[in-house]
C-alpha cells in the first residue's frame, strides 16, 4: 500500500492564482481531512470528509474548497490565492471505529507559497 | 470547547537523559489521545495512543505515556533520549462527533550530544 499521497510536494503561486492539492488514499478509508501547519500553531483542520459526497467544514475553512466523488480521492481547491495560505498542508486519512477513536494516516505534506 | 495544550515550545536535553514533554486537554467527554511526532520536512507518524484501559500506554520507539484524568494530562516519556529523537512532537484529541482532531501547537526538541 502506498498509504496517503500528495501531490505536488512544492508549489508557487502568485495571488489571485488558483490550484487544487491532490490527496489520496489506497486504504479504503472513509474518512479524510485537510490540515495547515503554521509556524507555533500546529495543525488546523480544513475541512473533512466523512464518506463520499459528504464533507464539512473544520477550524480555518475559508478560501479553501472540497469534494470528495470517490472513496480515495480528496482534493483541496484554492479559488483565489493569498499570502496568508502560505503553508505546509497535509491530507489525512481514518477508518472510523466507535467513539472516534480513529487513528489518522497523514501524507508526506505540500509546501506551498503564495507570493 | 475542546483544546489542546503544550506548554513547551522547544526542549533540549542531552543525548541519555530522560524526557517527558507535557500535553493538557480540554474536553467534556472521555478523550482519544495520541502522540504524534514529525521528522524535519516529513509528514505525521503515530508514537502512541490512548483509547480506555491501562492509563500507562507504550508506543513506538521506546515512547510512553500516561493518561493522568484528575490533571487532564497525558505526558509522553522517554528514558534515554537517542540524538534520532530530534523532531517536532504533536499531542492530539480525537472527539465523539465524527473525524475531528485537535493538535496542540507541538514541542520541538533538540537533543545535544
Known amino acids: 500500500n502506498a498509504g496517503v499521497t500528495q501531490t505536488p510536494k512544492f508549489q508557487v503561486l502568485k495571488t489571485g492564482q488558483s490550484m487544487t492539492l491532490q490527496c489520496a488514499q489506497d486504504m479504503n478509508h472513509e474518512y479524510m481531512s485537510w490540515y495547515r501547519q503554521d509556524p507555533g500553531m500546529g495543525l488546523r483542520l480544513i475541512h473533512y470528509s466523512v464518506g463520499a459526497g459528504i464533507t464539512d467544514q473544520g477550524e480555518v475553512p475559508n478560501g479553501y474548497n472540497v469534494s470528495r466523488s470517490t472513496t480515495e480521492d480528496f482534493p483541496l481547491r484554492l479559488l483565489s490565492a493569498a499570502p496568508s495560505q502560505t503553508s505546509v498542508y497535509f491530507c489525512?486519512?481514518?477508518?472510523?471505529?466507535?467513539?472516534?477513536?480513529?487513528?489518522?494516516?497523514f501524507g508526506p505534506g505540500t509546501r506551498l507559497t503564495v507570493l | 470547547a475542546q483544546s489542546v495544550t503544550q506548554p513547551d515550545i522547544h526542549i533540549t536535553v542531552s543525548e541519555g537523559a530522560s524526557l517527558e514533554l507535557r500535553c493538557n486537554y480540554s474536553y467534556g467527554a472521555t478523550p482519544y489521545l495520541f502522540w504524534y511526532v514529525q521528522s524535519p520536512g516529513q509528514g505525521l507518524q503515530l508514537l502512541l495512543k490512548?483509547?480506555?484501559?491501562?492509563?500507562l500506554v507504550q508506543g513506538i520507539k521506546g515512547f510512553e505515556a500516561e493518561f493522568k484524568r484528575s490533571q487532564s494530562s497525558f505526558n509522553l516519556r522517554k528514558p534515554s533520549v537517542h540524538w534520532s529523537d530530534a523532531a517536532e512532537y504533536f499531542c492530539?484529541?480525537?472527539?465523539?462527533?465524527?473525524?475531528?482532531?485537535?493538535f496542540g501547537t507541538g514541542t520541538s526538541l533538540t537533543v545535544i550530544p
Open positions: 489525512a486519512s481514518s477508518a472510523p471505529l466507535a467513539g472516534g477513536r480513529n487513528e489518522q494516516f
Open positions: 490512548y483509547f480506555s484501559g491501562d492509563t
Open positions: 492530539a484529541v480525537g472527539i465523539n462527533t465524527g473525524n475531528q482532531f485537535y
